[in-house]
């Protein structure tokens, strides 16, 4: 008897836990994928013989119709059309999501003038969603305390970069290991170094907060954190110690909504026998500064959202773009 109802009790046990498995993987199945490409098509009339011109109009609407096939996959039917309003502000900027294309089909038609284009379209999946979720459509849970942080350095110790993205700054490293020691995630600058050109991002640092956001999406980063950073040797009456004073700017942008969540410019003065161990202390005391401000105001933009207030430092001016 004993037996039978051990017996019983594990069938149970087992049916149980096969049910939850089954719960389990329709609910996985059932949130909304973003395919790995989509085909666009569009046929646009040519004027006055003007070919080119019409196949670059074709292409431009072939994207546009390739994110509206991505929206209806995330969103459904019924919700894409409740929100077209909404939708074809982002749809009007569809190059801006795209990862990828290439033709499928390209065809001009002479006789009756038009101009035809079949593409393959990939996107930029995170920057994808989190542009529904900046109408108020979440397509899927935003990743929250996740920021990416690229800093514009000049370092008196260093030789002069050609590129931006050929090394990481001290200011962008210490940064972000203050944030991971909060428990902030932070973007790998490696991980988007290939798919954010330099230009955008220098004019996010010039404030520009339509690349900022642009930065944010294509990083899957909810806020994005760009500045400026420069080390100078000051003068020092003590000839057997070195004099390092280090400047840091920064702002704090919301990627979602496109808004300033703070800014903070600090500095710190270190002296040291050594230039660059001098330098390197300079840095990570103005690091921590910066971030030591930072991170309250990044939890109450986590909490209340929009309604945060910016946040400035009043005492302190941002570094002029002329002495980078």
Known sequence: MRNTCLIK????????????????????FAQPILKDSYEGIAVVPVKNENYV???????????????????????????????????????????????????????DDIENKTSEVILEVRFFSGAVKQALASIG????????????????????????????????????????KSFLESGIEVVDRNSIRDTIPEAIVLSAIKGNLDSARNIGLKAGADIVIVGTAISKLKKNNDKKMKMVQVNISIKAIS???????????????????????????AFDLTSRKIADFLLPSFHRYWEKGTEVLIEKNPDALPIPMADM
Do not use: H
């Open 53 to 107: 011109t019409a196949r670059k109009k074709a292409v431009a609407s072939a994207m546009k119709n390739a994110m509206e096939l991505a929206f209806q996959d995330l969103m459904g039917e019924e919700e894409f059309v409740a929100n077209q309003r909404d939708l074809k502000r982002i749809i009007r900027r569809a190059s801006r999501y795209i990862k990828s294309y290439r033709y499928l089909q390209a065809l």
């Open 9 to 28: 009790i594990e069938w149970v046990i087992g049916f149980m836990f096969f049910t939850f498995l089954q719960i389990y993987n329709q609910l996985a």
């Open 255 to 281: 990627a979602i909504d496109s808004y300033l969540i703070a800014a903070k410019s600090d500095f710190a003065t270190v002296k040291d026998e050594y230039e660059l161990s001098a330098e390197l202390e």
């Open 137 to 176: 459509i979440v397509a899927d849970p935003l990743s929250e305390n996740k920021v990416v942080v690229l800093m514009k350095e000049k370092s008196f110790t260093s030789a002069p970069l050609s590129s931006f993205w050929d090394v990481v700054p001290i200011s962008e490293t210490q940064l972000t």
